[in-house]
């Protein structure tokens, strides 16, 4: 069974660039969640959708991002424009529906990107 | 707010030496807590939890207790291999059984020397 997957693994842009990253989460995972790295600190959480559906976005930094997840599957992430504290690495993570035990959030590779 | 405070990096030993990875919480009520690995070129894994107090999450010899009194999650692992290299991130989770977010600490590089 394929893992979650981030497209691209890399990119580099200029500042005021629009840039759009991909995430294809596990088969049949309700939850998708999507986190950022910033300069080698902590992972923060950014929002998190269950199926097409944002539940929380209580992490997304400004207006400058998006996130969508159409038909609940795939899920897109737009950073227009892009400034300088952008740059980092963008996880996705994806989760089965809720449930009595944890369900585990499984990770893709993330994408790095850097805003020159 | 929840946070989690980690020990910081970069960490090198030699193969067969002790590893601790200490990792302390703030979190209202009684959060889940986790251990993640990313190898190069890889996502996180789950490396082990425990969700609740004095329960000991354990995984590839690595282990970790939660410590409620201490609000402490460290991570050991007697003797380390050139394979054990590493980010690893202690995370937690405010209501487990629910799909939150997890709130991590800001990683450690670990460095194992043959």
């Known amino acids: 069974e394929a893992g979650v997957t981030q497209f691209p693994s890399h990119s580099v842009i200029e500042k005021g660039q629009t840039v759009t990253l991909r995430c294809d989460p596990i088969s049949g995972h309700d939850n998708l969640y999507w986190y950022r790295r910033v300069m080698g600190k902590e992972i923060k959480f950014l929002l998190h959708f269950v199926k097409e559906s944002k539940q929380d976005e209580s992490g997304m930094p400004n207006n400058r991002f998006l996130a969508e997840r159409t038909g609940g599957t795939y899920s897109t992430l737009k950073v227009q424009p892009a400034e300088l504290e952008d740059s980092g690495v963008y996880f996705c993570a994806s989760s089965q529906g809720s449930g009595g035990a944890y369900n585990e959030q499984f990770f893709g590779p993330g994408t790095r990107l850097t805003v020159l | 707010g929840n946070s989690v405070t980690q020990m910081e990096g970069p960490v090198t030993l030699s193969e067969e030496a002790f590893l601790t990875i200490n990792c302390t919480y703030t979190?209202?009520?009684?959060?889940?807590l986790f251990w993640y690995v990313q190898y190069p070129g890889e996502g996180l894994q789950l490396l082990l939890k425990?969700?609740?107090?004095?329960d000991k999450g354990s995984n590839k010899g690595f282990e970790a207790t939660y410590r409620k009194e201490t609000t402490s999650f460290h991570l050991e692992k007697g003797s380390v291999q050139v394979s054990d290299s590493a980010v690893y991130f202690c995370a937690l989770s405010d209501r487990p059984g629910s799909a939150r977010q997890l709130t991590f600490g800001s990683g450690t590089q670990l460095t194992v020397l043959p």
């Open positions: 425990a969700t609740k107090a004095d």
């Open positions: 979190a209202t009520g009684y959060p889940s």
